[in-house]
């Protein structure tokens, strides 16, 4: 049995999970649970990246308590943000919270430098605010001493370095920074040094499945193990997540990471960075085995969250099965929304935002929460398809099935919805996308498996998907309000 411990981190919380492979299998067992979020001092917001290591430890004490002997370890996260090492070893700060708000004037003097439609031909990276390229460039100007003799790390390559000491940039997470060139997956020397961003501060990027070295010493007796490998992953968590996709005969096939957001796409061999790309405002991240994810974001139950907190506020504490048990008795596409529509980006009063929205799109209002539910489900069905269609249109190829991973795939009305809407089967599964994925890795980095399609194929073996097909008279109710859908602000 070979057993390794995967560090999820999210923007709100964080976990421990060891996955132990035999027989063909991989069984879960998650160790460790913690908060994580925002920490605000002077103004600014910043990650806590110590309180973080704190967890990681704590992480695999627990595990090594329970029994487990680790195999490696190996952290993902969200992407764009990152670290500055400063040569004495140290970092020069906390590392800046991607919400913080340094970067709202950042692009428009960037784009003065060097336009968008250049940048996205290198890079391929999609644009928002919060990307690195804006990240960084607003700190070379309010903090120039922080970049003079540093290095570059995104987070769980700094986590990474504080477990191993290693200094390197793993591909998957640098690539969300939007400073790599698309083609060659290197760092952009020449944009970088024509937006006056020091060259020297930017590592060797390392691919996923790798190995960065080995627990430090002061840890091991710290934490009372022996000497872990600490192993790259796909480092951003959606990677980690795609890589888990359980493939199956379909040659042509898209996915969904559906989780708090929606990330639709598919893999490809080479980057595409289309002028039609660009406006669709489609990405090019990397992937495991080489692999390129061609993606949008798309907003996910986000909004059903912000329903349900406000719920609960009123005193009605909805669980997700109650809620989707409240959607099933409601009528079909009664009310619709555009879930993109920058009013429900925010934490509102979702609700109320979405009854305001169908009484301006003169629609009238749902009148209870179960007609709200339903217009959500039906509202993220109708957007699943208008991207899958704006995806066909830019790659110019048919896609025979979608697989659903991440938590929402446990929405089983919203993945029948996604199966209707498409008219093409759905399959959802797993659940645990993210840890899944960075485990396969690291026993790929460690010699246990040898492909990511062998990964693939253990997780086939060892976690069940279930398979929604298109019922023909909602397929035909969806066709139907298709136009109405497009036609929403």
């Not at 769980?156 to 997956?185: H, I, N, W």
């Not at 290197?186 to 070295?213: H, Q, R």
């Not at 480092?235 to 929606?262: E, F």
Request: hydrophobic share 35%.
């Amino acid at each position: 049995m070979s057993s390794y411990l995967a560090i999820d981190l999210g923007a709100s919380s964080g976990r421990g999970i060891v996955g132990s492979f035999e027989k063909g299998k991989l069984e879960l067992s998650e160790i460790h649970r913690f908060p994580n979020g925002p920490v605000e001092r002077e103004g600014s917001l910043f990650w806590d990246i110590e309180g973080l290591l704190k967890e990681i430890k704590t992480a695999l004490k627990k595990a090594v308590s329970a029994g487990h002997k680790i195999n490696g370890i190996a952290i993902d996260t969200w992407g764009v943000d990152y670290a500055m090492l400063g040569k004495n070893g140290k970092l020069v700060r906390n590392p800046y919270h991607y919400r913080d708000s340094r970067t709202n004037d950042t692009p428009e003097k960037l784009f003065k430098i060097m336009p968008l439609e250049k940048i996205y031909e290198r890079t391929g990276i999609q644009f928002m605010q919060l990307n690195s390229i804006f990240q960084v460039f607003a700190h070379k100007q309010q903090h120039p001493e922080d970049l003079k003799d540093s290095t570059f790390l995104m987070i769980p390559d700094a986590l990474s370095y504080m477990l191993c000491g290693k200094v390197e940039c793993e591909y998957t997470d640098a690539s969300t920074t939007q400073l790599l060139d698309a083609r060659t997956g290197d760092w952009d020397l020449e944009m970088i040094e024509k937006l006056g961003i020091p060259k020297s501060i930017f590592p060797k990027i390392v691919p996923p499945c790798t190995k960065a070295g080995v627990l430090k010493e002061e840890l091991q007796k710290e934490l009372g193990c022996g000497p872990v490998p600490v192993f790259h992953v796909g480092s951003h968590d959606t990677a980690s997540a795609v890589a888990s996709v359980p493939v199956g005969v379909a040659k042509n096939w898209a996915y969904i990471s559906c989780g708090t957001w929606a990330l639709l796409g598919i893999e490809n061999d080479k980057p595409v960075v289309t002028e039609k790309a660009r406006k669709a405002n489609y990405t090019n991240e990397g992937g495991l085995d080489k692999k390129i994810r061609f993606l949008t974001n798309i907003m996910g139950l986000w909004l059903l969250q912000e329903c349900s907190r406000n719920w609960k506020e009123q005193g009605k504490k909805y669980s997700y099965s109650d809620m989707v048990k409240m959607a099933e008795k409601a009528e079909a596409m009664k009310f619709i929304i555009n879930p993109n529509n920058q009013k429900f980006l925010a934490p509102c009063d979702m609700p109320a935002k979405i009854r305001e929205y169908c009484k301006e799109t003169k629609q009238g209002e749902p009148e209870d929460d179960a007609e709200v539910v339903r217009c959500v489900l039906d509202s993220l069905a109708l957007c699943f398809r208008t991207k899958t269609d704006e995806l066909q249109g830019i790659t110019g190829v048919k896609y025979e099935c979608l697989h659903i991973v991440g938590g929402g795939c446990q929405n089983k009305l919203l993945m029948q919805l996604s199966s209707d809407a498409l008219n093409i089967p759905v399959i959802a599964g797993p659940v645990e996308a993210t840890a899944i994925g960075n485990l396969m890795a690291q026993a790929i980095a460690d010699g246990k498996l040898g492909s990511l399609r062998e990964g693939r194929e253990i997780v086939k073996a060892s976690f069940p998907v279930e398979t929604y097909n298109p019922q023909k008279k909602q397929t035909e109710l969806f066709e139907r309000t298709l136009d109405k859908f497009r036609k929403l602000p």
